[in-house]
């Protein structure tokens, strides 16, 4: 969210303007049913409810000013036809001021609290933008389009998480998703991202990458344990693309064993792999991604389930690591990342939404357009009732 888009969210208190022809306007208007009516009525005192509509949306200046007109308008007015008696004028003028002096002191409370409101909502932008990065994102390898929306209403962030980082050994995508929703998953996710930033660049093997974001999330619930605070895991996936001709990591012992290398090169051959963009994905226990090919076609990527991040020490042998899948993105291809925000999504049957079909619904979709039209199209099969956190990320080769 930027500044410009920070700004449209703040409520906009009515032009000058827009207050003086309003309310000389309610006055005419007022005076002359007076007029109509006769001396005896006091349809004038209706004038007092300008202030207090005014002091919902105005400023406190804007609300002092309307005061003081209507004051000296019910002063005037009294002037030229007075009450029976006197003490009637006093009770009325003294009524006048004090329901403008309430009004003025709600109007000055309430824009002290849009005031903090709005400090709060700032420094939620500026945690936003520290915790996940503006979208789109262009990086030598790839363009990343993409959408995040929280479940709870008004937060800025939630459970899911995502970040690309451009490195030396190719350009890096996470995403994941923190066990839980809301402000209490922002440490737990806030511990991973930190962990991939670093050693997104520090770690030549993506394997290790995947190490480094499960030591982050072990010690994290360490501390957890130590405030009281309940212990979370991370559902991710981490990516490496590189472009055609990018250097490669050939060796076995380098990320994957010559089981995987063989299962990669039946898969596709070593020459399909180098024409197209490569891509390298380990998966800590997510949902796997979907290939949109350039005709049309939507093929899930095949991923060893994983473990998720926080629990490799209960669900795996020390010193066991994750695997390594190896694939082509090809040129037109888009590798599209998602959290089960949409894939959880159920109609009023239970069903839950047929991510594959939509996908294919949307072939045609630009692939900047897709994570937009993708959500639109689950929350419609929902009813518009979210149950978590939505991510949805498009990743293509650069341009």
Same mark, same amino acid.
């Given at each position: ?13 009515? $032009?000058?303007? #827009?207050v @003086?022809?309003g !309310?000389l306007?309610?006055?005419? %208007? +007022?005076?002359? *049913?007076?007029?109509? /009516? ?10 007092v409810?300008?202030?207090?509509l005014?002091? $919902?949306?105005? #400023?406190? @200046?804007?609300? !002092?000013?309307?005061s003081?007109? %209507? +004051?000296?308008? *019910?002063?005037?007015? /009294?002037?030229?036809?007075p009450?029976?008696?006197l003490?009637?004028r006093?009770?009325t003028?003294?009524g ?14 309430? %824009?002290r609290?849009e ?13 936003q933008r ?20 929280p ?6 962030v ?8 451009a ?18 998953a922002?440490?737990?996710?806030f ?13 030549p093997?993506?394997?290790a ?5 499960e ?5 994290h ?27 490669e990591?050939?060796?076995a ?10 299962a990669?090169?039946?898969e ?5 792999v180098?024409a ?18 350039p ?9 060893d ?5 926080g629990?490799a020490a ?8 994750r695997?390594?899948?190896?694939f ?5 291809g ?14 009023a049957?239970?069903?839950f939404y047929?991510?594959?079909r939509?996908?294919?619904d ?13 959500d ?19 990743v293509?080769?650069?341009?």
């Open positions: 969210m930027d500044g410009d888009d920070q700004q449209s969210t703040a409520p906009r208190a009515p $032009g000058n303007r #827009t @003086v022809l !309310v306007a309610a006055t005419v %208007v +007022t005076l002359l *049913v007076q007029a109509a /009516s006769g001396t005896g009525s006091r349809l004038v005192l209706l004038l409810f300008l202030p207090a005014l002091a $919902g949306l105005g #400023t406190v @200046v804007q609300t !002092v000013a309307v003081v007109w %209507v +004051t000296a308008v *019910v002063v005037v007015h /009294s002037v030229l036809f009450p029976g008696d003490p009637a006093l009770g003028l003294l006048v001021i004090a329901a403008e002096g309430a009004v003025i002191g709600l109007c000055a409370r309430r %824009v609290r005031r903090q409101l709005s400090r709060i909502r700032q420094s939620a932008v500026a945690l520290q915790l996940l990065r503006p979208l789109p994102v262009t990086t030598s390898d790839v363009r990343l389009d993409g959408l995040y929306r479940v709870e209403q008004d937060a800025l939630g459970g899911d998480l995502y970040d690309i980082a490195t030396p050994h190719g350009t890096r995508v996470l995403v994941g998703d923190v066990q839980g929703k809301g402000l209490p922002i440490g737990t996710g511990a991973v991202l930190s962990a991939f930033r670093e050693a997104a660049f520090r770690e093997h993506l394997a990458v995947a190490d480094a974001l030591a982050a999330v072990e010690r619930n360490a501390y957890a344990v130590q405030s009281g605070e309940q212990e979370r895991f991370v559902t991710a996936t981490v990516l490496c693309v590189r472009g055609p001709g990018g250097d990591e050939r060796s012992t380098e990320e994957r064993s010559a089981t995987e290398v063989q990669a090169t039946e596709r051959s070593a020459t399909e180098q197209a963009t490569e891509v390298r994905a380990v998966n800590c226990g997510h949902l796997s991604p979907y290939l949109l090919h005709d049309g076609r939507v093929e899930p990527v095949t991923l389930p994983g473990i998720p991040l629990l209960l669900a795996a042998p020390a010193g066991d690591l695997s390594v899948r190896r082509a993105l090809p040129g037109d888009v590798l599209v990342l998602l959290t089960d925000g949409i894939t959880e999504a159920q109609d049957s239970g069903t047929p991510v594959e939509g996908l294919a949307l072939a045609a979709t630009p692939a900047d357009a897709l994570p937009e039209a993708l639109r199209r689950a929350r419609h099969w929902s009813g518009g009732h979210s149950r978590d956190d939505v991510t949805v990320l498009a293509r080769p650069a341009p």
